[in-house]
């Protein structure tokens, strides 16, 4: 199970590194050209926001285990990213936009999951 746990980790660092880095670099007018209508909702600081979020979260899903330094922040990471991913999913149902909401349960699950594992029977 901690091997799977890792894999679901790493898979959603990649993930959440890769979405996040995307809301950062890009113009928010960008974003909403390519399909990330919800931007249009958020002024451009609170769609850097939380990109910066997503990549932090990453970076907490796997760094603190990996360097044996404070591995509790692994299923605060997982919880915060969970978190984030429900509010994602609210607002695309605010929207109508059921595609979206797949996805986000999807990834709401998997770092439940992960928090789960890493707060309880498998903790570090």
Known sequence: MNVTLWIIAGLLAVAFTLAGLMKIAQPKEKLAASGMGWTGDFSAGAVKAIGTLEVLGALGLVL????????????????????????????????????????NAVLLLLAAVVAWGRFGPYAF
């Open 64 to 103: 603190p285990a990996a360097l044996d330094i404070a591995p509790v922040l692994v299923p605060l990471a997982a919880t915060g990213l969970a978190v984030l991913m429900l509010g994602a999913a609210a607002v695309h149902a605010r929207r109508k936009e059921s595609q979206m909401i797949g996805a």
